[in-house]
């Protein structure tokens, strides 16, 4: 592999990952200056740099060396994937991470007054869809034989054109298929959005900015995810205050000048908590609480 002294990763130029991919790497705290051409940002705080492209290129970019790293739907890089193992009997990309965005499945869609009995429904009929290594696998595993038609756009309108009978596409809200009197039948791949790399390490200085960008990911995904809740409790009822807060829950209780009775209690508290989560330790006897954002963490 050739060494460079400076990291470069494939961001989908504009499209759906665009905004939350470059959001993410400001929250690491790296900063870019753009090329007058917007192909191209110099990174200005770490020797990071980007390359805007469409995000179906970015797998192979990384491939073939011309970027480390890429910010690509996991959809992508594992339709890329299967298709460099059939072409060359395996493939050098992996996924380092999952970034929690661009979330979305591929799933086979179905005309709505049709009944879906299983893979099988499918023997022998014709699929269109984006992504024919994808669905290829899954006919396959099912021992279903059947008619792949590959389209690189609007793959919904194939059933009304006549081009298909069935389509194997990517859904979020489902409004799409519904508009397009389809109905969700299977799927075969939960997606986001993902950190992709070549699966070798580096031999020179960007191993380190690697480690560094991923350190600092996981803080990001991290705090994502938690919140630090602030409140009091007498101390008769601080036992019950404290089982009634998350398992993972990391307390710290202190004790309240001028009131001996009274405890104040923080807490930082990891994945979903809502307004039921809060009400309950209300009832244990928590008063004050206070729900606040985790802005930045270091293990
Ligand atoms: O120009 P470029 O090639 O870079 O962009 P693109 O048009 O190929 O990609 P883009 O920006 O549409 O999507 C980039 C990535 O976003 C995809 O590879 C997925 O990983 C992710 N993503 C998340 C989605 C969706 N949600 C999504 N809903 N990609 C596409 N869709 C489409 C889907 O194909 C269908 O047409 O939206 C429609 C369905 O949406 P719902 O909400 O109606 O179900
Ligand atoms: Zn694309």
């Not at 409004?175 to 070549?198: C, F, G, H, M």
């Not at 209690?265 to 009400?279: C, K, N, T």
């Amino acid at each position: 592999m050739k060494t460079r002294d400076r990291l470069r990763i494939a961001v989908q130029k504009s499209g759906r990952l665009s905004e939350s991919s470059q959001t993410l790497l400001a929250q690491c705290g790296l900063k870019f200056r753009q090329s007058r051409d917007k192909l191209f940002c110099f990174g200005e705080t770490h020797p990071v740099d980007l390359l805007l492209v469409r995000d179906d290129d970015i797998p192979g970019l990384i491939a073939d060396g011309v970027c480390d790293l890429g910010f690509v739907g996991r959809n992508v890089l594992e339709e890329q994937r299967l298709d460099q193992i059939a072409n060359k009997g395996e493939s050098a990309l992996q996924a380092l991470r999952s970034l929690g965005y661009g979330s979305c499945r591929l799933s086979i869609a179905t005309p709505q007054d049709e009944e879906f009995e299983g893979p099988q429904s499918l023997a022998g009929r014709r699929i269109a869809t984006s992504y024919p290594r994808l669905l290829g696998r899954y006919l396959a595993d099912a021992g279903v034989t059947a008619q792949i038609v590959v389209l690189s756009g609007s793959v919904e309108i194939a059933p009304r054109l006549g081009t298909a009978d069935v389509i194997c596409d990517l859904v979020s809200s489902g409004a799409t298929l519904i508009a397009n009197q389809l109905k969700e039948s299977v799927t075969l791949l939960e997606s986001e959005a993902v950190l992709a790399a070549a699966t070798t390490e580096f031999l020179d200085t960007r191993q380190p900015m690697l480690d560094l960008l991923l350190r600092r990911l996981d803080g990001v995904m991290a705090v994502r995810e938690t919140r630090l809740l602030m409140m009091r409790a007498s101390r008769l009822a601080l036992a019950k205050v404290r089982g009634a807060l998350p398992i993972n829950a990391f307390t710290t209780v202190m004790a309240v000048q001028d009131d001996e009775s009274q405890v104040a209690l923080q807490s930082v508290i990891s994945g979903a908590f809502g307004w039921a989560e809060l009400e309950a330790i209300q009832a244990a006897g928590a008063t004050q609480l206070l729900v606040l954002p985790v802005e930045r963490m270091l293990a």
